[in-house]
């Protein structure tokens, strides 16, 4: 099958035929660290690592750049708020945007450009906007002359006459060249500098960049004057996509092939929107639930549906992701015991941050560390051949995440059926699937992302060793009928966090989730 996908400038699916065969190039609008992150971020970064995932396990090779927006009107005001400099809180909050994405196990881009490292490449595209016509001088700004593009409003399905007019700036001000505007639509390419604030000369006087102009300059110095997909919220489509696109086009460049925009996250129906003080925190929903939990509650429904935020719907999210945890485990284990000569190598199952099984090797290849290369290839794409065609389907089908976790689901339960019959070369095969599919979703449970640094494993090999001593005394009174004393012991290590599961192969235990 061919992957198919919307494309928002002509609302429909098309299927996806990149600029150079064999290749990808992904832009995804990245964050304006005026803030911390919250929940709409990381479902933007989850969304897109999927797809970059499902490119890769395609045969694609990937160029992804996600941007950052490090000066901005939002980041002056913030770092005012708290007397700062601005470039202070835009690293801090940097940092924190990265340590999320890290956490819910996102592959970094292979490019993060930053706006501010790109102002000769911004003034080199002012320039050619003005030599063409499509740009002017106004006070010390530089602004874009809307008329100038008969295609304006095409990707926001707009027509002019119907538009707002553009809002550059926080209530109460003004640009310096605002008055003197063509066009009350026509908006802001470089903001002339005012006192306190930082500036960079440029051609047309000192100043900063306006923010649309910034992702027309790093997408195309990174990218190419053509380039495959560029990507972000349903809520930057106007103005900030239009703008891009308009600036882009009619400085001669082709720029992007398909528009791919992704639903928001709700809070009772509304937009979490720092501006609107309606958030979430990445970290407060980090502290709820385990990073591998909240990916899957994030990334499980279609990319362009909403996702309204709830505990009840996060917990079944949570209950979900064991259900293929548990799976997993004892499939790993199962297959581990059969013995004979196969390969142990990699990590057994972390559950809570630490190892819940038995301290066995899988036999999955090498560690995958994001970067490096395994048997599952580049970034730890998984193989081909061992994804069901129901999920391949799904995923062509405009990423059908919730299809493709339908058939991780029957995958699973195909596997627990062969695990209570003991038909180990299906839980084998079950195993491999599943795997394959959780691999390209970014959910696998065994992969290294998931786990906590023990150097040599020592913690782990003395947990290991003290349950199995207790699991021995249990079975010891069981063995002399004293069910008493077993019951005793099970119970003491339930309420340690220690889940005994007694099987046909004798008690196997995890910690509790």
């Not at 340590?99 to 996102?106: I, N, Q, S």
């Not at 709830?310 to 945890?325: G, T």
Request: with cysteine; hydrophobic share 35%; aromatic share 8%.
């Amino acid at each position: 099958m061919t992957l198919r996908l919307h494309d928002t400038a002509t609302r429909t699916v098309r299927d996806f035929q990149p600029v150079t065969p064999g290749r990808a190039s992904v832009y995804l609008c990245g964050a304006t660290v005026q803030g911390t992150p919250h929940l709409g971020h990381l479902r933007s970064a989850i969304c897109f690592d999927i797809l970059v995932r499902w490119l890769e396990a395609s045969g694609y090779q990937v160029t992804y750049c996600r941007n950052v927006t490090d000066i901005d009107d939002k980041i002056l005001r913030a770092a005012a708020a708290e007397d700062v400099p601005w470039w202070a809180l835009a690293e801090r909050n940097l940092r924190a945007f990265t340590e999320a994405y890290d956490a819910v196990g996102c592959r970094p881009p292979d490019v993060q450009p930053r706006a501010t490292g790109h102002i000769p490449e911004m003034i080199e595209l002012i320039g050619r906007l003005i030599e063409d016509g499509h740009a002017y001088q106004a006070g010390g700004d530089v602004y874009f002359d809307v008329r100038t593009d008969p295609a304006y409003g095409e990707l926001s399905g707009q027509r002019l006459a119907e538009m707002r007019p553009a809002e550059e700036t926080p209530a109460g001000e003004t640009e310096t060249g605002a008055a003197l505007k063509r066009d009350p639509h026509d908006f802001v390419l470089w903001k002339g500098a005012k006192p306190g604030e930082p500036s960079w000369r440029t051609p047309w006087g000192p100043g900063r960049p306006g923010w649309h102009l910034e992702c027309s300059a790093m997408s195309t110095h990174y990218l190419g004057s053509t380039f495959d997909i560029h990507g972000g919220g349903i809520d930057l489509i106007f103005p900030h996509h239009e703008n891009e696109r308009a600036q882009s086009t009619t400085a001669g460049d082709r720029f992007a092939r398909y528009w791919v925009h992704h639903g928001l996250v709700l809070l009772s129906g509304r937009k979490v929107s720092k501006s609107e003080g309606r958030v979430l925190a990445a970290a407060e929903a980090l502290a709820q639930v385990r990073p591998q939990e909240l990916r899957y509650y994030l990334g499980q429904a279609h990319y362009r549906s909403p996702l309204d935020y709830s505990l009840d719907a996060l917990e079944e999210a949570v209950a979900a992701y064991q259900r293929i945890e548990r799976f997993v485990s004892r499939a790993q284990h199962a297959v581990s015991s059969r013995g004979g000569d196969r390969p142990h190598q990699g990590e057994a199952l972390d559950t809570q941050g630490e190892h819940s099984a038995w301290g066995e090797r899988s036999a999955w290849g090498e560690r995958s560390a994001w970067g490096e290369r395994s048997v599952w290839g580049e970034h730890g794409a998984a193989p081909a051949a061992a994804l069901p065609i129901s999920f391949a389907a799904a995923m062509d089908d405009d990423l059908g995440v919730p299809a493709a976790l339908a058939a991780v689901h029957a995958t699973v339960r195909d596997g627990n059926y062969a695990l209570s019959t003991g038909d180990t070369e299906s839980v084998e095969t079950c195993l491999t699937q599943a795997r394959a599919m959780l691999t390209v979703l970014g959910l696998d449970p065994l992969d290294p992302a998931w786990q906590t640094s023990d150097p040599g494993g020592r913690l782990h090999s003395v947990v290991d060793a003290l349950v199995e001593l207790v699991l021995r005394e249990r079975e010891t009174a069981r063995a002399r009928g004293d069910y008493a004393s077993a019951d005793s012991i099970r119970d003491t290590l339930e309420d340690t966090g220690v889940a005994v599961d007694d099987t046909t192969e004798g008690p196997r235990w995890e910690l509790k989730r």
